[in-house]
């Protein structure tokens, strides 16, 4: 069941460029989205989230991007530091339940100094 | 800067035990989550509480798991007669009443549960 998909199993940057990091999804349920990152042995952290009313969310470093007709989402971390290095995850909800977050399988991000 | 505890770290339980797993929400939240994540997996959304009663599960909440909120601090996930593919780790996650659009939920450290 792979209703979140992230191709990308890993990804490296250097330090102070652009971050990509791009998920797909198949469910046309879904309206609500969320990145996430996770440090090894700690519990994911809430990053960023978007509607599906609207296409792009900035906070900071970090932008989110929908596109709802290709079914695609793509976060970019701008400028890229090493505390960024962690696995995200992308996670969305359908719209009749924003209890229901499913979780894709995490790319990991490692920025090199 | 209020966050999610959970109690154990780790648990070693042998197959066929029960198996409590503590959760210590964020005081003003609303609603519960547990999650698992089994290793090399992705994480696996279980079960969803709010207002005392159950409101989503996965299918892999069945019954040898359940919930409950015992008192107006603790969130807890019993599992009655553990099994070797229950080992994992375990996250309990807490958000807030609706807010407009905003829906994030807030992660505790897990617990990670070895069944031997």
């Known amino acids: 069941d792979q209703q979140v998909k992230q191709n990308s199993p890993s990804l490296s940057v250097q330090e102070g460029r652009i971050s990509i990091l791009n998920c797909d999804y198949t469910n046309s349920m879904f309206d609500y989205f969320l990145w996430y990152k996770k440090y090894p042995a700690e519990g994911p952290t809430f990053l960023i989230s978007?509607?599906?009313?609207?296409d792009k969310n900035e906070d900071g470093r970090f932008t989110v991007f929908l596109n709802k007709s290709a079914k695609h989402l793509s976060l970019h971390i701008v400028p890229s530091q090493p505390g960024d290095s962690a696995v995200y995850f992308c996670?969305?909800?359908?719209?009749?339940?924003?209890?229901?977050?499913?979780f894709g399988p995490g790319t990991s991000l490692s920025v090199i100094p | 800067e209020p966050e999610v505890t959970q109690t154990p770290s780790h648990q070693v339980t042998q197959m066929g035990q029960e198996v409590i797993l503590r959760c210590v929400p964020i005081?003003?939240?609303?609603?519960f989550y547990w999650y698992r994540q089994i290793l090399g997996q992705k994480v696996e959304f279980l079960v969803s509480f709010y207002n005392n009663e159950i409101s989503e599960k996965s299918e892999i909440f069945d019954d040898q798991f359940s919930v409950e909120r015992p008192d107006g601090s603790n969130f807890t996930l019993k599992i009655r007669s553990t099994k070797l593919e229950d080992s994992a780790m375990y996250f309990c996650?807490?958000?807030?009443?609706?807010?407009?659009?905003?829906?994030?939920?807030?992660f505790g450290p897990g617990t990670r549960l070895t069944v031997t």
């Open positions: 978007i509607s599906s009313i609207k």
């Open positions: 996670a969305a909800s359908p719209g009749t339940s924003y209890d229901k977050v499913i």
């Open positions: 005081s003003n939240h609303l609603y």
């Open positions: 996650a807490s958000r807030a009443r609706d807010r407009g659009i905003s829906y994030e939920q807030y």
